[in-house]
């Protein structure tokens, strides 16, 4: 399974983007997935999950009120929607394909190859 991220660029600070992760096929080895970002010079953080059912999993608190994640079975699509970015925001965003217990998501080998967002203050 190949995961490719898409809708990265630069806009400035306010504005908003919306990011695609389209999977090559469905697998029973995916069960949820997830948004990462890595800042630079920064360590690759979780930013939001969700099961492949819909349901979100826990993420950050620091950006659950403006960025949103959801997914389209039908089109093997995950999406974040990312509003009143900031510079801070500044990162290669990844997609991931994991597993979840409860409510916590665990990635295993499917990650996309990244996407880069700017913010511009």
């Known amino acids: 399974v190949q995961l490719v991220e898409s809708g990265g660029g630069e806009v400035q600070s306010g504005g908003s983007l919306r990011l695609s992760c389209l999977a090559s096929?469905?697998?029973?080895?995916?069960?949820?997935m997830a948004w990462y970002r890595q800042p630079p010079g920064k360590k690759r953080e979780l930013i939001a999950a969700?099961?492949?059912?819909?349901?979100?999993?826990n993420g950050a608190d620091s950006v659950k009120d403006r960025f949103t994640i959801s997914i389209d079975n039908a089109k093997n699509t995950m999406y974040l929607q990312l509003n009143s970015l900031k510079p801070d925001d500044t990162a290669v965003y990844y997609c991931?394909?994991?597993?979840?217990?409860?409510?916590?998501?665990?990635?295993?080998?499917?990650w996309g190859q990244g996407t880069q967002v700017t913010v511009s203050s």
């Open positions: 096929e469905s697998t029973p080895f995916i069960k949820a």
């Open positions: 991931s394909g994991g597993t979840y217990f409860r409510t916590t998501y665990y990635p295993n080998e499917f």
């Open positions: 969700i099961t492949t059912g819909g349901t979100r999993l």
